[in-house]
C-alpha cells in the first residue's frame, strides 16, 4: 500500500509562480529492481508540476551526492551565457594528447560532448569560466550545495559539490520551462542538446554520471555513485526523473538506467 507524505519546501517557486508543496508518494514495489540488481538506489519521478513525485526511498531522494557528469547540464548552460562557448555547433579540437578514454580522442561540438561525457572539453569549460563566476551562476541556479572547492575543473567529479535527486529535479523543471535566470534561447539550446533518445511517440532528455566519489570530502570509505537524470515528453505530458545508485563493482554502473527504465515501462510511460 502507498504510504503518501508531504514535503515542504521540495521545490523553489518558478518564476511568477506560487510555491507548491508537493506530495511524495513511496513506491515499496519499485524497490525489488534494486534488490535484483544487488544494488543500493532511488529512482524519483516527478509528473509535470512537480506537484506529485513518487519514490522507492524518500531518504534517499534527499541525501546529496556528487553530481559527476550530470553536472555537464549546468556547466553547458553556464559556458554558454559566459561567452566561453559560442555556439552549440562550434567544434571542440582534440589536442592529439591521449585521454583517458579512446572515444573521447576526436573532435566534439557541444553536443557530441555531451553525448559522449567527453570530461576533458568540460573541464576547459570550467577552467575558462574560473571560479568565480561558476560559484555565481551555482548560487543563481540554487544547484545544490552550490560548493566548488576541490578545484575548479574537478569539484563535481570528486570534490566539494553536492545534489540531491529531488534538487536534481528541481533544476532540471526550471531549465525546462525556462525559468533559469540565463537566457531563453541558452536554455533552449541546453535542452536540445539533451535529448538521448527521440521516436514518434516520446523524447528523452537525459544525462547520466558516474564518480568514484571524493575521498577529501567525507566520502573516503563511500562507494561511487552512478546517475541518471532528465526528463521525458510525450504528447502534451512531460516526467521529470532522477535516480542515483551505488557502485561498488564495475558492473553496477549499468543499473542506473536499467532500473528506472523498468519502472517507467511498468508505469506505461515507456514502451
Known sequence: MRKSVFISLLFLPLVGQAATTPMLS????????????????????????????????????????????????????????TGVIKDPDQIFRWNGEPRRLK????????????????????????????????????????????????????FWLDGALRISATQQVQFLQRLNLGQLPASKINQLRVKDILISDATP????????????????????????VAWWVGWIEKGTATWYFAGNIDVTRDTDVAARKSIPLKILQGRGILP
Open 26 to 81: 513511496e513506491e515499496p514495489s519499485w524497490q525489488r529492481y534494486y534488490e535484483e540488481a544487488g544494488v543500493k538506489g532511488v529512482f524519483l519521478l516527478c509528473d509535470a508540476d512537480a506537484s506529485h513525485c513518487y519514490t522507492n526511498d524518500k531518504a534517499r531522494a534527499e541525501t546529496p551526492f556528487i553530481p559527476a557528469s550530470t553536472y555537464k547540464i549546468p556547466n553547458s548552460l553556464i559556458a554558454l551565457e
Open 103 to 154: 572515444q573521447w580522442e576526436n573532435d566534439f561540438t557541444l553536443r557530441g560532448a555531451v553525448q559522449n561525457s567527453v570530461v576533458p572539453i568540460f573541464q576547459q569549460f570550467a577552467r575558462d569560466i574560473g571560479e568565480r563566476r561558476m560559484s555565481s551562476y551555482l548560487h543563481k541556479f540554487h544547484y545544490g550545495n552550490e560548493a566548488v572547492e576541490g578545484g575548479i575543473d574537478h
Open 201 to 224: 511517440d516520446y523524447v528523452i532528455h537525459g544525462k547520466t554520471g558516474y564518480s568514484l566519489g571524493a575521498p577529501g570530502y567525507g566520502d573516503r570509505n563511500a562507494p561511487g
